[in-house]
């Protein structure tokens, strides 16, 4: 199978003059994005940019404490690869910003790619191993603006307003929704200099957003490209057309881009959505309309109050220690009906395997304790 690895070796050595940018460049830059930039890259209160071979450089040596996972592992040496190459070594990165908040339950980062003086891409990080930007992920199901929407809609702003020239936008998985989200509320001067959004299978919006003003305006300019598996992108609504990305990996395990195959300077792509993709939006949707805005929240609040409750931060430090406070989870189940906690032990099985696929086992043994059997069959 070819990826955005072997992507590098063909397309590496072309300049962006030689040749333009294009829908894969797009998904590197929103790759890339999910490195811990923090003392390399100049922050958005401060001036100056430094080329990714310098920052690769930075970095060569780091230790990652990522290193099973299929994603975040591969990260490192990716950019290495990349930092090699004549087509992405010299473009400049800077107004790097890393934000999260466990309190509030928001997790926010961003960086501007510069291809050239006149051409820039405002990359946002998808969602990291925290459990405030999960959590952050559910309660769009009920906010109208969640905290990192509203940090990516300033950013944006700012960032705008303090370059020349014309931007891309654009992320992987909740970075592909702020993305989204930024061109929909950007100012009619700002609208006019965005050339494109990429979103790489993040989730949707709710209704009221796709028929808002700012979305119709910028909707003929969203790319939205999926898994032909996606789970994570079916979530919620999409106003606009999108593309079915072939992958190599089984199931929900597709959310990771280095499994989508390329060809060229395109995506191959499918015909349409598996039968369980397509199965599970239409259920979660039908279960969302089901529910009250009041009830949306105590969902994603009991579902957290469960993952929390063993006192870690992000879900990488789950691995470290089982599920122990069973009393307490048992009691946050009692209080829901059964179809609500039917649901919530599918979301958490399914919200760990996205995450840590190595300990998948481990966790379903403890979640599947909590249930009675005849739940389990649900």
Excluded at 148 to 171: D, E, P, W
Aim: glycine share 6%; aromatic share 12%; with cysteine.
């Amino acid at each position: 199978m070819q990826n955005i690895f072997d992507y590098l070796e063909w397309r590496g050595d072309l300049s962006f003059i030689r040749d333009k940018f294009n829908e894969v460049d797009s998904l590197i830059m929103s790759v890339l994005v999910y490195l811990e930039f923090d003392g390399i890259v100049p922050s958005e209160a401060k001036s100056g940019s430094i080329p990714l071979s310098k920052v690769a450089e930075q970095l060569r040596n780091k230790p990652s404490s990522h290193n099973s996972d299929p994603f975040f592992g591969k990260i490192p040496e990716f950019l290495q690869r990349t930092a090699q190459s004549e087509r992405f070594r010299d473009v400049e990165i800077s107004c790097y910003v890393n934000q999260v908040n466990h309190e509030q339950s928001m997790q926010f980062s961003a960086a501007v790619f510069s291809i050239n003086a006149k051409q820039h891409f405002i990359a946002f990080r998808g969602t990291d191993y925290s459990l405030a930007g999960w959590k952050e992920d559910f309660q769009m199901s009920f906010t109208d603006e969640v905290q990192a929407q509203r940090n990516a809609k300033t950013y944006t702003h700012n960032i705008f307003s303090k370059y020349k020239g014309n931007f891309y936008l654009g992320g992987h998985s909740k970075g592909g929704n702020l993305a989204v989200y930024s061109a929909a509320h950007a100012t009619a001067g700002h609208r006019k200099r965005t050339i494109g959004v990429f979103n790489y299978d993040g989730p949707g919006f709710q209704t009221k957003m796709l028929q808002s003003e700012g979305y119709q305006r910028i909707v003929d300019r969203i790319k939205t490209f999926l898994p032909k598996s996606s789970i994570v992108g079916m979530l919620l609504e999409h106003g606009e057309e999108y593309r079915v990305i072939s992958s190599d990996a089984p199931g929900i395990m597709q959310h990771n881009p280095f499994s989508w195959k390329v060809s060229g300077t395109h995506f191959v792509y499918e015909k349409g959505l598996t039968k369980s993709s397509q199965n599970f939006s239409k259920t979660v949707r039908l279960w969302l309309d089901q529910l009250s805005i009041e009830q949306r929240a105590q969902f994603v609040e009991a579902m957290f109050s469960i993952i929390q409750a063993t006192g870690a931060l992000s879900v990488s430090e789950l691995s470290k220690e089982k599920l122990t406070t069973a009393y307490t989870m048992i009691k946050t189940l009692k209080n829901m009906n059964p179809q609500t906690k039917s649901f919530l032990k599918k979301t958490i099985q399914l919200f760990f395997s996205e995450t840590q696929i190595v300990m998948r086992n481990s966790i379903k043994e403890d979640i599947n304790s909590l249930f009675p059997k005849k739940d389990n069959k649900l």
